[in-house]
Nanobody, 123 residues
Framework: QVQLVESGGGMVQAGGSLRLSCAAS????????MGWFRQAPGKEREFVAV???????YYADSVKGRFTISRDNAKNTVYLQMNSLKPEDTAVYYC?????????????????WGQGTQVTVSS
């Protein structure tokens, strides 16, 4: 069983930055695909970014060029650096892990989920 614990959420003004962290338990972290999803009030949970065990990355079009996903396998941690934040980025952000090492963007494909961290961007 893998546990994912997110941190780093908060409130920021539009144009500001935040860095989310996700600490994972377990020895197999370096082989997992890691990602971030988000869910805004009244909306479906949506894909944000993914990073493979080889550090290949993909982003949703809505965050491309503003967000950066990275991982530190020595620390069992994945990060999401969010710059130029917009009010529409307001959501609960979830860290996810996929055991098979596949690069996937569907929430159904992920095996483990964190509890989420709130990000609020004011205008």
């Amino acid at each position: 069983q893998v546990q994912l614990v997110e941190s780093g959420g908060g409130m920021v003004q539009a144009g500001g930055s935040l860095r989310l962290s996700c600490a994972a338990s377990g020895r197999a972290f370096s082989s997992y695909t890691m990602g971030w999803f988000r869910q805004a009030p009244g909306k479906e949970r949506e894909f944000v970014a993914v990073i493979s065990w080889r550090a290949t990355t993909y982003y949703a079009d809505s965050v491309k060029g503003r967000f950066t996903i990275s991982r530190d396998n020595a620390k069992n941690t994945v990060y999401l650096q969010m710059n130029s934040l917009k009010p529409e980025d307001t959501a609960v952000y979830y860290c996810v892990a996929e055991r098979g090492g596949l690069i996937v963007k569907l929430k159904e494909e992920y095996d483990y989920w964190g509890q989420g961290t709130q990000v609020t961007v004011s205008s």
